[in-house]
RNA sequence: UGGGAUGUAGCCAAGCGGCAAGGCACGGGACUUUGACUCCCGCAUCCGCAGGUUCGAAUCCUGCCGUCCCAGCCA
């Protein structure tokens, strides 16, 4: 992690250098999230970026609710929020804030403005504010309420405090430059009135800050140095300068932005998500194929594989969209160096080992993880009937198929080599049953004669067998970049076979007390965890969190 | 002549005047009791384009082109 470099630790640097803007300082960061959903892979990016920059170079990171807006935040966020964070492994010791913590604060910071001529009471409508603004080529006009003394002004905020004035009757605007070639410098709103009780606050305000406002004087007010945010606010620098500039703080902190995440075949706007969710189109903010925390989590993401991924993504100021499959190359690398190997069939078919005695069982060691040898072994027991996968055998294999074909020799993994004698076949033409002989002398899957034996495939004895349900994910959508794709709605890309619910799976016994949030490997398939929502008593149900790479390329088995 | 950013491989991304890191993806090979993992090899004579400065430029200068963001009393 120490090795990881981007512009911002740059620039922090610079900061910190003799002459620096901080020099001698503590660097201090946030995360300041809106407590209004849930959190997902993007906010990751911004969570890994302010607190492994701060730690890196051993400052502090707060983490801070910017609840400035009573209609859209709910106490049911903060929660979830905190639990997010703090499963991805970071912490942010007794430095958690609530923006709403400073609202004195802040008000009496826009009443020092007012005193300084910097801010002013607006009666005009916000269509009418609108109207006066100006175009992106055309300078705005000012207002008619612009030039109002100070003690005018200070008597309108107050009474706007008292709740003399309906919601939307008067604004406090700073004043700055209606000409302005930046729209967010045409004396933007700092304050508006809202009657409605806030989460944390109550009905204690009616007033309540702008972000613009509100955002630079927390930052000012805990002391942070860097105050990380997405590239949408670059805009916004001038306008934070100018606050800072103008409170009576000494804390002057630097607005540094970089690019949000965006992740192909997935959306990440919180109100594409919630449109998901309230339609049922997903099964609500965890599900397994949203890019939510607690969908990834579902989906068996661990922790180190999302701060794998972030860090490893780089930050920069350039538009990107991240490969999914690189994410997905991350939860493989961790998940292949920690998920114990089992053996589990999907989509069963019997096998038969004629010459193996009815009735007859034995047990074989198998490894839990080769990656991992002191994981140890766990017992597999194997009789004469058992399942195999219904695509490891073909009666006619295509080019360059080496499992299971009438003639052929394949290893049963961990057990004995076996020959295909055939298969049975039902009315429909349908395998039910594959026929096989084992050779006694290849106890383990060895071959004593040292000859080779190209298939190993995995399998379950049918009388040890535990039923469970699996369900395959794939992506959420079936493009690249949904938001893209202007002239058509982006629900009309949903991805039809991102769920396929398998039902009768048959898994070895070992994991018959599975339990969330234990993610294994079924060998050669793929990642697979416990769903974490409680299951009915007795059943088992696994997420598959990623399939395993293969390099088949022959046609169907 | 609105303002602010940004263009290095299919996707991320280093690079900061000395002769294009790394990862993902992809292709080939080795190994293999997982067609996994691991390991090799290949993958930008070129850095949006055009000029210029320089012994030397992705890095500096000029011009052009493309893309993104901004007209909430949202954050």
Redesign the pocket.
Known sequence: MDET???IH?AIEDDLAPGGRFEGRTVHTRF???P?GYLHIGHAKAICINFTTAEKYGGLCNLRF????P???DVEYVDAIEQDIRWLGFDWGDRLFF?SDYAQFIYDTAEAFIRKGLAYV?????????AM????????KDSPYRNRGVAENLDLFRRMKAGEFE?????LRARIDMA?????L?D??MY???KESHHRTGDEWCI?????F??PLQDAVEGITHSLC?????????LYDWVVAHADLADKPRQI?F?RL?L?NTVMSKRKLLELVTRGLVDGWDDPRMPTLRGLRRRGYTPASIRTFCD????????????S??L???L??DL??NAR?VMGVLRPVRLVVENYPEGRVETFEAEN???RPEDGTRTVPFARELWIEAD?FAEE??K????MFPGNEV?????YVVRCTGCVKDADGRVVEVRCTYDPA??????PDGR???????WVSAAHAVDAEVRLYDSLFSVPDPD?TEDRDYKELLNPDSLEVLTGCKVEPSLADAVAPASY?????GYFCVDNRPAAPGRLVFNRSVA???????GK?
């Open positions: 470099r981007n512009f740059d300041p999230p809106e209004n910017d609840d400035t807006n209609t859209k935040e923006g607006d009666d005009l409508s916000a269509d009418e504010m609108r603004r100006g175009t992106l080529t055309e300078p705005g919601a939307g009757a008067k604004v302005s070639g930046n729209l967010n045409r933007p709103a508006r009135i809202k309540y800050p702008m972000y613009d509100a955002h997405s590239l949408e606010y670059e805009d916004h620098r001038p932005e690019a965006n192909t490893r993504i780089g930050v920069s100021k350039v538009y990107s969209t991240v490969d499959a690189f997905e190359h991350c493989r690398e292949n160096a190997r993880n080769p990656e490891d294999p295509p360059g198929y080496f499992r290893r049963l993994k961990h057990a290849t106890r383990g899957g060895d071959t080779k034996v190209k298939g190993t495939i995995h893209a490997q079924f060998l050669r398939i395993l790479k293969d390099s088949f390329k022959g088995g």
